[in-house]
């Protein structure tokens, strides 16, 4: 049954949610009408701006702020402003935001703003060595900021597993035997611009220690990765794509390795399922969207009334559990 949206007067997907400045913000994507059909390359999701929004209660009004940075403001963007993320380190809000260049390859641009809202002003280039989908930033209670970032089949993580872009590998989306595709992480550099650490893979573990096979579909890396720190913990989760789950891994630390732990949400309307994970004002927040209300696979709006709780839903009694 379709849910209230977030905000009804423009489409929204893949919403990263931060606390900010006493506020949450919301960072969506902003989906748009046009006559791309369907296919696996995702030609569909043809975004060309950022809206943010924001609230000061969970369920209460929501400000859109407007257009925060639109395609044709960043030099090396091509198309297809894909799902972003936002983060603040030294007095200092940045987007990070995944877009095609005018070869067609998916990079990784970062954009500055003194505001949470924006609008932010985009890096003419995007960040060195940066590749692939859905950028996820995370600052450490230490200051140390992350970014994981990587997506297969239209996101073309495969094209890079030598470390340059390979667009040969770009149909063979995925392994059918060995370990699957692994998310990427690299750390930022104090400016928040550029990576200072090697891009790592992050490995995503089965309890016995063994990456996640290729062929594990309901378990494995697709998209849409997002980190957050618990009790000490760091959990990552993301979309298992072509499964539809929301799934996480824990681990000890930010670069992990982690072991895989369970589903969080079940398939939703439509085919992607792209999701973030925040505490405001005490609480546990998972957001998330759908296709109730347009039955379109690239008109996605998030649920207002479906937002969870989500310590209280992976923790019962104490103990960790999947669902
Ligand atoms: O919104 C475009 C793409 O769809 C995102 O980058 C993926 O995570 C999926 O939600």
Redesign the pocket.
């Given at each position: 049954m379709a849910s209230e949206p977030l905000v009804k007067h423009v489409f929204t997907?893949?919403p990263s949610a931060h606390a900010f400045a006493g506020k949450l913000y919301v960072y969506p994507?902003h989906?748009r009408k046009t006559d791309i059909k369907d296919n696996d390359n995702?030609d569909q999701?043809d975004?060309n701006d950022y809206h943010v929004f924001s609230m000061e209660t969970v369920g209460g009004p929501v400000t859109d702020h407007g257009v925060a940075l639109k395609a044709e403001d960043i030099p090396w963007v091509d198309k297809?402003l894909?799902?972003p993320d936002a983060a603040f380190k030294n007095g200092k809000y940045y987007l990070y935001f995944?877009a095609r260049n005018k070869e067609g390859v998916f990079q990784i641009g970062v954009a500055e703003s003194d505001v949470p809202e924006g609008p932010f002003k985009p890096e003419p280039e995007p960040i060195a060595g940066s590749y692939s989908?859905?950028p996820a930033s995370f600052v450490d209670e230490d200051g140390q900021a992350y970014l994981y970032f990587g997506?297969i089949w239209?996101?073309q993580l495969q094209c890079w597993t030598t470390g340059k872009f390979d667009g040969s590998a770009y149909s063979n989306m995925e392994a059918t035997d060995g370990p699957a595709l692994l998310p990427r992480v690299a750390k930022l550099s104090e400016d928040m611009r550029s990576f200072t650490s090697g891009i790592q893979e992050v490995a995503i573990n089965d309890a016995d220690g063994k990456l996640l096979p290729a062929a594990d579909h309901e378990r494995r890396f697709f998209?849409?990765a997002w980190m957050h720190k618990y009790n000490g913990k760091y959990y990552f989760s993301y979309?298992t794509g072509d499964t539809h789950f929301l799934a996480y891994a824990t681990g000890d630390s930010p670069m992990g390795p982690f072991t895989y732990q369970g589903k969080i949400l079940d398939p939703v309307q439509g085919?992607?399922?792209?999701h973030s994970i925040v505490e405001f004002k005490g609480k546990w927040y998972l957001f998330y969207?759908d296709t109730s209300l347009s039955d379109k696979n690239?008109l996605?709006l998030i649920p207002k009334a479906d937002r969870k709780k989500i310590h209280e839903y992976l923790f019962r009694e104490g103990v960790l559990v999947a669902k």
């Open positions: 997907a893949d994507s989906d995702g999701y975004m297809q894909w799902a995944p989908i859905d997506g239209g996101g998209e849409a979309s085919w992607t399922t792209h969207h690239h996605r």
